[in-house]
Structure formats: structure tokens, C-alpha cells
């Protein structure tokens, strides 16, 4: 950030205090309030932090006005159209595209890791066959800290690197491993001669009865799944991560924070909540007596896959992913989709609804990508471990920036106190 000794006064109880500025290399200027409390006695308070920037980052950038979404200063709809996911992991990752040579070595680096130790095989063991398969992942991702204890020292960057590399590269081999649990049938390993979503593909849908091949018009729609998920600013579940990684936690135990805050309905949990919103409407009749639902104060109903909290005209990558559902379903023949269908008809409804308009509510990521999973193959129960396999890399280079950063300190938010003043302990024959 640079400096631009420009300050903000701030009168408080007959003192001014001065609070630097601190402009960014594009978007909103901050006010540094870090020596406030020590100065003027007083917190900020912001819930959800909705005015506030939790860190320096030079990862994503959102402009949530113009609908704009960049990694590493790519359009997403760049990245979406002309990159695939590997290569958007090593531009998270290292900062730069990388020449052919550098892409080769890092996907060689990672598909040598998508094959999990043999005893986590065991370890799902332990799990109902009906878990949900988010509850799967957490569990087994917070275990990796027990398998992989060589990449769990944050203060090595060689033990960083690695730990990277193999949360990427397994995060697809436990998820699909999850979903064949769930559903009684053999975990399927990883082959290396397939790229990192065909893999993804081929682990979740092939049985050993037969051969499986993967359709490349599915691999594609899956990898720009992945890179439409990768990254997105300081979000909860990115937030997480970093304030767990901020007490000097373990990755694994960091990813596994993010899993479990991502599982949400109002954040990561909103594609299988909308799918089945889509079937609970059944029928684009019923369309107009769930907006009005979505509208009534007094109903704790919300259209799921609509709004967020920073787009406030559109989610970029619901505009992707919008095209790759119509390319996914006509491959399919399923182009008739009655899901598709309400979902077409209800986008179009909101978007023309006075509420919908004022309230700046429009369809998100998660709004197009659950009818894909659903047209590929997909339980529902699948969606939000496919956003968290997606997100890893967001997560996990988010991870390493704030560990390097020597500014890094653990997070500790305060609180405007609501409570009793001290009191005396009342005996229980006296109350
Ligand atoms: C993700 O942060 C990220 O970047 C997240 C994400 C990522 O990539 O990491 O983009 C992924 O989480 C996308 C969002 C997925 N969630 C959903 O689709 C769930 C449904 N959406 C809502 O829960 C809500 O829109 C949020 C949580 C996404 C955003 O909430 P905000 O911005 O805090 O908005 P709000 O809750 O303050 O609502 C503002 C107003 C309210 O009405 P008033 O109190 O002002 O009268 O809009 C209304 C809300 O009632 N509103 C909705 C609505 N979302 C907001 N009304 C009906 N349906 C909705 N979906």
C-alpha cells in the first residue's frame, strides 16, 4: 500500500486525532485506525465488517459496483475462457502466468500428489455412510495434519510449498472420496495421465466394472467450475483461514476452519440450497408466490443464489457460468431441464421485480453452478465440497501471503459490551 500521508481528522471529546490514509493501486482508500484505541480510548464498530479491510492482499481484487472480479490483475472472464485451473493455481500461488516450463513442472509437481496416504482410506471408515460429505471433508482435512506432519511447520517455506501443493492436489482425491462413501462404492483412485477436472471426474463417476471415459466438453464445464470458485477477496471463509493461520495453526487445520465456515448456507452451502429452493418452487407457476415470500419481513425465506454482500450490480462469474450451463445441458440433452427452466424464469422475474432491483439482489456464483453439478451427476450434497476443492487454492495462497507478511499478528477483534457491570455472587438460598 502507499503511503500518501494524506490523514482524516477525527474530533472526539474536544481532541483531534489524525488517522493516516493509505491508498491502494486501485479501489477504496483506508483509514489506518490502528493506533486509535491506544489514542482516543475508543474501538470501531463494524459487524460483518462491511467497512473494513482486515489485511493487505495482492491476490484478488473485487470492484463490487462494476461487477469486476481480477486475480492477479486477469479479468475472470479471461481466466475462465483462456486458462484452465492448474495454471490459475500457479498465478495465485507464485504472483505471474507461468511459462510453459514453470507450468509443466508445477503440474507434474501436483498430479505426484493427488494419491492420499492408504491409512485415510481407514479413516473414512469411521464415518456414517449418510454423513454429508462436507462433514467428511472437514474431518479428513483437519486429519491431514496427523498424515502429512512433515509440512506443518508455517516458520519452513519449503514445508509451506509442499503443503500447498498437496492441499491442491488432494482436496479433489478426499472430496470424490467423500461422495463414493457416501454412495457404497469403491474409492476410485487418481491416474496421472488425466489433467486435474477429468481426474476430478473420473474419481467421482468411474466403478471398476467398467471403463470410464471422461466427456471434454464436462472436464471443461468442471474446470471453469473450479476457477470460478478459486478466490474472492477477504470472504468468510477466506477470512477464516486467516484468522485461524494468525494463532500459527497448522495449514491443514486452517483449510479445514475455512471448509467448515464455507459449509454456511449464506456463503458456500448457497448451490445446494438453491438446487433444492429450484425444487421446492417444483414449477415456474409457483414463481411469484416465492418472491413474495423472499420479500415478506416476516418470512425468514431468502432466494438462495441471489444477492452478495459486494456485487452490487452483478456477479461476474454467474455470468460465465450461465453460458457453460447452457453448453452442459444441451451436451446433456437436457437443455429442457424443468430445473433450468424455473431458474431461467425466476432470474428473469427477480431481475424485473422492484424489490429484487432496489435491493440490488441478482443471481451469484452459486446460482448457475448447482444446476451444472445437478445436469452433470451431481448429489446436491456435492456441490459445496466441489466449492471447497475449488477454493483451496484461494485459501492456501491467501495462507502463504499472510504468513510472509511481517506484519502478521494474531487477530483479536474486541466488542461493544452489553452485559451487567460487576455484581456480587447471590448464594441459592438467597435467589
Ligand atoms: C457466496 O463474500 C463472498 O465473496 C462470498 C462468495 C465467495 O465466492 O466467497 O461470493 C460466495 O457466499 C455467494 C453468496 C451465496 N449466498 C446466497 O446466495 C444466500 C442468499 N443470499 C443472502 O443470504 C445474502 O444476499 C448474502 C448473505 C449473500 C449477502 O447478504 P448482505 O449483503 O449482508 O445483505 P443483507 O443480508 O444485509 O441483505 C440486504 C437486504 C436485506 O433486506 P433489508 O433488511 O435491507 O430490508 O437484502 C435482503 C435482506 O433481507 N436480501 C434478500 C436476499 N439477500 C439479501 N432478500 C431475499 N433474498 C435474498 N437472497
Redesign the pocket.
Known sequence: MTDTKKTAQLSLNGETYELPIFSPTTGPDVLDIRKLYGQAGVFTYDP?F?STASCDSTITY?DGGKGELLHRGYPIDQLASKSHHLEVCYLMLYGELPTAAQLEDFETRVTRHTMVHEQMHNFFRGFRRDAHPMATLVGVVGAMSAFYHDSTDINDPWQREVAAIRLIAKLPTIAAMAYKYSIGQPFVYPRNDLDYAANFLHMCFSVPAEEYHVDPILARAMDRIFIL?A????????STVRLASSSGANPFACIAAGIAC?W????????Q??LEMLKEIGSVDRIPEFIER??D?NDP???????????KNT?P?AKVLKQSADEVLELLGVENNPLLQVAKELERTALNDE??IE???FP????YSGIILEAMGFPTSMFTPI?ALS?TV?WISQWKEMIADPQNKIGRPRQLYLGETERNYVDIESR
Do not use: W
Request: charged residues 25%; hydrophobic residues 35%; glycine residues 14%.
Open positions: 460483518g462491511t473485487i470458485h478466490d474472492h477477496e477477504q470472504n468468510a471463509s477466506t464455507l454456511g448456507p449464506a456463503h458456500g452451502g448457497a448451490n440450497a438453491c423472499a420479500k419481513k425465506f431468502r432466494l438462495m443464489g441471489f444477492g452478495h454482500r459486494v456485487y456477479d462469474r424489490y429484487f435491493k440490488k439482489l451469484n456464483v452459486d446460482f466449492f477454493r484461494g
